[in-house]
Nanobody, 128 residues
Framework: QVQLVESGGGLVQAGGSLRLSCAAS????????MGWFRQAPGKEREFVAA????????YYADSVKSRFTISRDNAKNTVYLQMNSLKPDDTAVYYC?????????????????????WGQGTQVTVSS
């Protein structure tokens, strides 16, 4: 069983920055595909970013590309999401997810059903 705990959410003004963290349990964290998804009120959960187990490949939704950066520290069992130039449209609950199967390509990383474990979510609110 893998447990994921997100932190770092909060209220920020448009144009500001936040860094989300996701701490994972489990000795095989370094083999997991890790992703961030978000869900705004009244909307479906959507893909934000994902990272290969080695950190060598990253994938981003078009809406966050060049503003958000995903990274991981396998020694700390933690994945991060640095969010810059935040917009009110970024307001959502952000979820960390871990996938234990190999994944190839953007289409795989962006599918929520490729992930086996989910955190409880952290709220990000961007005011205008």
């Amino acid at each position: 069983q893998v447990q994921l705990v997100e932190s770092g959410g909060g209220l920020v003004q448009a144009g500001g920055s936040l860094r989300l963290s996701c701490a994972a349990s489990g000795r095989t964290f370094s083999t997991y595909v890790m992703g961030w998804f978000r869900q705004a009120p009244g909307k479906e959960r959507e893909f934000v970013a994902a990272i290969h187990w080695s950190g060598s490949r990253t994938y981003y939704a078009d809406s966050v590309k060049s503003r958000f950066t995903i990274s991981r520290d396998n020694a700390k069992n933690t994945v991060y999401l640095q969010m810059n130039s935040l917009k009110p449209d970024d307001t959502a609950v952000y979820y960390c997810a871990a996938g234990t199967r190999s994944c190839l390509g953007y289409g795989c990383y962006a599918r929520s059903n490729e992930y086996d474990y989910w955190g409880q979510g952290t709220q990000v609110t961007v005011s205008s």
